[in-house]
């Protein structure tokens, strides 16, 4: 499967934004998905994923309450809604998917995506 994200910008602090992350293969119901940003200079952190069989979810604690993850498996898309956004949420978003295992286990996924660059301004 291919990953598509979309849906960054330019937002001022306490704005929302929602990403997009669109893949090529009906498969993309098989697979656990998640959100990962990444700014220069840091290592990428995980900060939402989504399971296959029951729409589990984790949040990172530094977006838990802002961020909503959710997937249509009808239309093979994620989705990422960023509410109250923080200049330190500024930061390039990938999407990444994975098969088989736990949906939490971040050093697993080996199916990434071209990120989107989310600014937010103060």
């Known amino acids: 499967v291919q990953l598509q994200a979309s849906g960054g910008g330019l937002v001022q602090a306490g704005g929302s934004l929602r990403l997009s992350c669109a893949a090529s293969?009906?498969?993309?119901?098989?697979?656990?998905m998640a959100w990962v940003r990444q700014t220069s200079g840091k290592e990428r952190e995980f900060v939402a994923a989504?399971?296959?069989?029951?729409?589990?979810?984790w949040y990172a604690d530094s977006i838990r309450g802002r961020f909503t993850i959710s997937r249509d498996n009808a239309k093979n898309t994620l989705y990422l809604q960023m509410n109250s956004l923080k200049p330190e949420d500024t930061a390039v978003y990938y999407c990444?998917?994975?098969?088989?295992?736990?949906?939490?286990?971040?050093?697993?996924?080996?199916?990434w995506g071209q990120g989107t660059q989310v600014t937010v301004s103060s």
């Open positions: 990444a998917a994975k098969r088989a295992g736990s949906y939490y286990a971040f050093n697993e996924y080996n199916i």
């Open positions: 989504i399971s296959v069989a029951d729409l589990s979810t």
């Open positions: 293969e009906r498969t993309f119901s098989t697979y656990h």
